[in-house]
């Protein structure tokens, strides 16, 4: 079979670049990847050389680009995406470009070499917010509460009418807020391992108590492997960790591990809009493909900050740039 991922050298997208080459010796990828800023090519070193592997560097926005790499393609994996709220209330114009438009010429193009399989990987953020209870169905409404969820949104609905205009082979993906290696380090779990490691203060958003799923990013790419061989075209399916925890929680845990105390922790002004509770019913993956998440919140992170700790080669030079910009969206979704 051959792939082809759209922005492969992105935190998930890499993860998912190296599960299927490691567990499909016959497969080949196409990782397509503007490198914008989050785009790193350090998160497939080792892979590059692979005959089964071939990078090109280029915009989803690019028609012609997007024909070339097309051919021949059995399968698209559509990570590619603007994906950073904070960023997004600074300027929504770069989420709506990629995200909508990009996403849109994406379809075209793979509709027209009759692709066999395409999956978008959305987020639950489409769905806005919970309250105390309840958790979000396939069927939930979307209700986007910031532009980049939006924006997210309104590809999902562009890839839903592909299917159901042109019985197009779409499969949306909904996963929970993935971590682990290689995520880069303006998000929530690399920018408080890191900063600790540097013995800096950790930003919280207003009390802390936002409350999120947690998926350890290697159980999503087992779910978007299964979901590509054997999910129901036109359907959407949520992938959550059934790992829900307040985000102080998640920084109190960090902190032991670590071996740091609560005065690290610095409680920042929240951002506008800010979702109180994201939950994700994993009903239909468990009982159509029988997936089900294997790394559980406590070894997870464990495993996280071991890989920051001994990869520091890897998020050291994204650090210092960070840095040296404007810091003001340096916080997480």
């Known amino acids: 079979m051959k792939i082809l991922v759209t922005g492969g050298c992105g ?33 497939l070193k080792g892979i590059k050389d692979d005959g089964r592997y071939t990078f090109v560097k280029g915009r989803i926005e690019d028609s012609s680009l ?16 603007e994906s950073h709220v904070d960023r997004s209330i600074l300027d929504a ?29 959305s987020t639950d953020e489409v769905y806005g917010a919970l309250g105390e209870e309840g958790k979000f169905t396939e069927t939930t409404p979307l209700l986007p509460n910031s532009p980049y969820a939006a924006s997210k949104a309104s590809g999902d609905l562009i890839v839903r009418a592909y299917h159901e205009t042109y019985d197009f082979p779409a499969i949306i993906v909904r996963p929970s807020n993935n971590y682990g290696p290689f995520q880069f380090p303006e998000k929530l779990m690399p920018l408080m391992i890191t900063n600790l490691m540097d013995e800096k203060p950790v930003p919280v958003y207003g009390d802390g108590k936002n409350v ?40 109190k845990k960090v902190l032991a591990i670590l071996g740091k105390d609560e005065s690290f922790i610095t409680f920042v002004k929240d951002r506008p809009g800010h979702d109180y509770r994201y939950a994700l019913d994993n009903g239909k993956i468990e009982r159509e493909l ?29 650090k210092d740039r960070l840095a040296s910009e404007s810091a003001g969206f340096w916080t997480r979704k």
């Open 11 to 43: 935190f998930i997208g890499s993860n998912f670049i190296r599960h299927m080459l490691g567990s499909y010796p016959d497969y080949r990828i196409i990782n397509l990847d503007a490198l914008t800023y989050a785009g790193n090519l350090e998160n």
């Open 93 to 121: 114009q770069p989420f709506l470009i990629t995200n909508v438009i990009g996403t849109s010429l994406v379809l075209e193009a793979a509709k027209r070499v009759c692709i066999k399989r395409f999956v978008h990987i």
């Open 290 to 318: 029988g997936w089900r998440p294997s790394v559980d919140i406590d070894s997870g992170l464990e495993k996280t900050v071991d890989w920051y700790k001994k990869n520091e080669w890897w998020w050291r030079p994204l």
């Open 66 to 81: 997007l024909k070339e790499v097309m051919a021949g393609v059995d399968c698209v994996v559509h990570f590619a995406a």
């Open 212 to 251: 999120r799923d947690w998926l350890f990013v290697e159980d999503n790419c087992r779910a978007i492997d299964l979901i590509l061989h054997r999910g129901r075209t036109g359907e959407v399916y949520n992938v959550g960790g059934n790992a829900e925890r307040k985000n102080i929680e998640i920084v």
